[in-house]
């Protein structure tokens, strides 16, 4: 098992700066890759970042591209997205996930986070 639990989340105004933190415990971090997902209400989840075991690969949703940033800290079991320039249409309930493998796809991911709420006013 892994346990994931993120932190960071609050309001922002519109063009302002959030740095996400999930901490991880349990099995070993480094073996995992993580995935930063969303939820608005009424909306799917949606895939935003995601980075490989060693951090030496990342993806991006293109909707976040050039302006979230998704980096690890394998030794204090951290993943972290620096959100930059944020839009009103980004508030949601961020999540943090882990597998095996760097995948975009929700339903591949084992181990999820509660959720921090990110609220973007404009």
């Known amino acids: 098992q892994v346990q994931l639990v993120e932190s960071g989340g609050g309001l922002v105004q519109a063009g302002g700066s959030l740095r996400l933190s999930c901490a991880a415990s349990?099995?070993?971090?480094?073996?995992?890759?993580m995935g930063w997902f969303r939820q608005a209400p009424g909306k799917e989840r949606e895939f935003l970042c995601a980075i490989s075991s060693t951090g030496s690969s990342t993806r991006s949703a293109d909707s976040v591209k050039g302006r979230f940033t998704i980096s690890r800290d394998n030794a204090k079991n951290t993943v972290y997205l620096q959100m930059n320039s944020l839009k009103p249409e980004d508030t949601a309930v961020y999540f943090c996930?882990?597998?095996?493998?760097?995948?975009?796809?929700?339903?591949?991911?084992?181990?999820w986070g509660q959720g921090t709420q990110v609220t973007v006013s404009s």
């Open positions: 996930a882990a597998d095996y493998y760097l995948t975009d796809d929700p339903k591949k991911y084992d181990y």
């Open positions: 349990g099995r070993t971090f480094s073996n995992y890759a």
